[in-house]
């Protein structure tokens, strides 16, 4: 007898983004399909997602004021940035904004790609993702693979795209 080993890389996401726009729900759709009742984060929650044999460990990071100055710590060795935006808030995309090219210019994430959800597609007079790709000035970002998608984390819509974008970066260099 003996015993196999299966060995696989984990790559390392972390979800970040404000407070409210659903990161704790997308991140327990990913595992469970199902809606989770959340409250806001204080720190994080992990949980690893696989994806067609392609293992993930999600990092969900609490995105409210107080706790974005520690987001940095959960930055090394990671492969993919999933910033979760609420297509309502129209008000704080600009802090998001802000955020996001903080992110972008931090040494240690200087080769993670980023994922744009542009989620709460569901609420009436929300902002598209071509919107928010142009407030965000996304074409502009050459040394980071980046992709937008809408979605709604009630219905899941649009979640298992952006995950497909994620597995299709994998390997490309
Ligand atoms: N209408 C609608 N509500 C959503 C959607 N996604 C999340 N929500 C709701 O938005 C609220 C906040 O969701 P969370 O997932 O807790 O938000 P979060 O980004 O984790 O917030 P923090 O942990 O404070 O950073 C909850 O009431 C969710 O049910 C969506 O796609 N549509
Ligand atoms: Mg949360």
Redesign the pocket.
Known sequence: MFTVCFLFVEHKVIIV??????????LYQFLMNE?VH????IGSNVEEIVVKNTHFLMW?????ES?RSSWNTYYSNTEFIIL?V?SIDRERLAITKEELYRMLAHEDLRKAGVLIFA?????KGCMTAAEISKYLTLSSIKDHPWHIQS?????GEGLCQGLEWMTSRIGVR
């Open positions: 983004g404000l407070d409210n726009a659903g990161k704790t729900t997308i809606v959340t409250s806001p984060t969900d990071i609490g995105g409210q706790l979760v609420d989620n709460k597609q569901d609420m979605c709604c984390a009630l219905t």
